[in-house]
């Protein structure tokens, strides 16, 4: 009945309706898989939000808290430091402490646009986005986390001395090598 209603569009030519329904096909294949596909990131996406977040808060004690964040310097070149995670919501922001006499501040106001990496031999996360210096004294204390009354560095969230940097996630490049799962977009 289907192949005899679509006899008339085929108008001679015996392959037409043959290589419609072989775009039909792949058309549904690709869309299942797309949709599998964004199952997939989102799990990746919400693995590695979780790991970032076990990261936040901490502070000393090896590299297990740290991220590396890359900025532009001065003449141009991209520059990585070794940050602590203060506060993070996966991997849609981060927060990271600083001072004003370390160059970060310098360098965000001349380019905000930034990459963090929280890296080891099981998982590779890097984040693309822009950072900006927050002053604003209630986002400084939100920012504020309890191992930080233990640094060298403050007195308190108050502190003059004490610099937020706040990292918005653009892009994203996750894999974890456990399952070798993947996942690549913007959010």
Known sequence: MIKKSLSKYNR???NLLTRHTVVLFYWLYYRKNERL???MNQEVIKRAGELINSKANYVGGGMEGYAVLALTDEHGYPTASAMTIARADGINWLTFATSPDSNKATRIAK???ASV???SSEY???LVGTIEVV???NCKKESWCEPMNDSMHWSGSDDPNFYVLCFNTERYNIYFA???SAA???L
């Open 12 to 14: 001679g030519n015996k």
């Open 37 to 39: 596909l964004k199952t």
């Open 111 to 113: 380019c905000n646009r």
């Open 117 to 119: 990496c929280i890296a």
């Open 124 to 126: 590779n996360v890097t």
């Open 135 to 137: 002053t604003d004294p």
């Open 178 to 180: 456990d399952d070798d």
């Open 184 to 186: 690549v977009g913007e």
